[in-house]
């Protein structure tokens, strides 16, 4: 069935007009002016924006972490996505240790299947680099996994060597994929941990007094040395601290190829939460920490000199009944993680477009332009142009959201952002072209969403 939008007003990354949309078979097949062609469905769009589909490019549905699993599922979490105006996630397939990266693409595969409402893509977790790994990196590209995410944090879970991500990082550049870091330094951070243990330091405040802003800085800057010597592009996860956007930005003036993305829960919470009274800083126990507020701004100025391309969510949601309280004597046990890939698309909307921070285009751009040239998806996905797929979003920049935990989609217990009301409201998302929400209904399917093979990395 084909689907006629009219009179909307159309933002990408670089263009802003108003026209008609013709959809037929899930891709944009015309765009003009006064469009006549007969359509199966008509939605006036008149006063409305028109917006590609969002793209949360670090999800992490049905992934095990501390003695449990995130809450959401790959059913629970891509519904919820899909409310937030989201029509496309890639989430993390995890290589364990002794066990081969084909063996993880294909569990993870199984994950999503018959479950996925939106489209949906892999980057591997790499626990270990050895022969095996570096040998099943190129099978994982040939079939669309072009992304491996390794981490400097984690010691004897997710840790690795730098001769192991020097390793990752040549063989990366050698097949045409992207190294993702998890940057902070894991065995400082260890011995902290133990240190304020044996102090009797129990409380939710003390996982971020544990991981400084330091042991992120060091990292990144030890990381970027070896991507330099490698040759290799690489790409840092969830970055946080001020220190750590000074690395990426003097590695960027040096014209090498440095990506970072970061997170609302750096922009908009900070220390602070972890306060809170009882155990509720365990709601904002995530790694990395958030930060005090000094830090923010400077995100925000990263965001808008782009030093910073993107904004994602680390989306790995815990209940605090069943699971943070696993952490309740001891900060170290409660799982990391919190909930954000329904909030996104709103909470940036009104803190830049609204309140002039920056433009529609650039909001457009990180939210879904840029995750979509860095990660092998573009011009399928992160724009409204012909040819591209039907993913859109239709935003009210006058609506109102309220957000809670009575009234989210995400299977938590909690929001981060409780009470807080965003303007711009998600009225309607089209994912290849059907209709999967519609004034708060939601018309998607589970397993309708399909696995997207990606493209090799290319430098945006």
């Known amino acids: 069935m084909n689907t006629l939008i009219k009179n909307g007003h159309i933002v990408t990354a670089v263009d802003d007009y108003h026209a008609d949309l013709l959809i037929d078979d899930g891709v944009i097949v015309q765009i003009g002016k006064n469009l006549t062609a007969q359509a199966d469905n008509v939605l006036d769009a008149q006063g409305l924006l028109i917006l590609p589909g969002g793209i949360d490019v670090h999800t992490h549905f049905d992934m095990p972490f501390g003695g449990t699993t995130s809450s959401d599922d790959f059913e629970t979490g891509t519904r919820a996505a899909a409310f937030g105006g989201t029509t496309t996630i890639i ?47 190129g099978w994982l590209v040939d079939r669309g996994v072009t992304s491996f995410k390794l981490f400097t944090a984690y010691p ?34 260890d011995v902290l941990v133990q240190q304020a243990l044996a102090k009797g330091h129990t409380e939710p405040k003390y996982h971020a007094l544990t991981r400084p802003p330091q042991a992120e800085a060091e990292a990144t800057h030890r990381v970027i040395a070896l991507a330099e010597m490698a040759n290799s592009p690489v790409y840092f996860v969830h970055l946080s601290a001020l220190q750590a956007l000074d690395e990426v930005t003097m590695a960027r003036d040096k014209g090498q190829a440095v990506f970072a993305e970061t997170c609302p829960q750096y922009l908009f919470l900070d220390y602070t939460n972890y306060e809170e009274e009882g155990f509720n800083g365990a709601k904002y126990v995530m790694s990395p920490p958030l930060r005090t ?13 782009n030093d910073l391309q993107v904004v994602s969510t680390d989306h790995c949601p815990f209940c605090m009944k069943e699971q943070k309280i696993l952490g309740r004597d001891d900060f170290s046990k409660i799982p990391n993680g919190a909930p954000g890939v329904e909030t996104r698309m709103s909470l940036l909307y009104d803190a830049t477009v609204r309140r002039s921070r920056m433009s529609l285009n650039r909001f457009v751009e990180i939210t879904s332009t840029s995750p979509a040239r860095i990660f092998g998806l573009f011009p399928k996905k992160g724009t409204i142009a012909v040819g591209s797929d039907a993913d859109l979003v239709i935003f009210d920049p006058e609506g109102t959201m309220l957000w809670s935990a009575k009234t989210h989609h995400m299977r938590v217990d909690y929001n981060p952002y409780e009470g807080r009301v ?11 072209g059907e209709k999967i929400v519609d004034n708060g209904q939601f018309f998607g399917k589970p397993g309708r969403g399909q696995f997207l093979v990606r493209n090799h990395f290319v430098k945006p």
């Open 91 to 137: 989430d993390f397939a995890i290589q364990q240790r002794g066990h081969s990266a084909q063996e993880a693409f294909e569990t993870w595969l199984g994950k999503a299947e018959g479950k996925a409402a939106i489209d949906y893509g892999f980057h591997m977790i790499l626990s270990e680099v050895t022969p095996v790994t570096l040998a099943d990196m």
């Open 156 to 189: 004897g879970v997710f840790m690795v060597t730098d001769g192991e991500i020097f390793q990752a990082l040549q063989r990366a550049g050698e097949i045409g994929a992207l190294i993702a870091m998890h940057a902070e330094n894991g065995s400082v951070i």
């Open 293 to 305: 507020h000094e830090h923010a701004p400077h995100l925000w100025r990263g965001l808008a000199g």
């Open 422 to 432: 965003t303007q711009g409201e998600i009225r309607y998302v089209y994912s290849r």
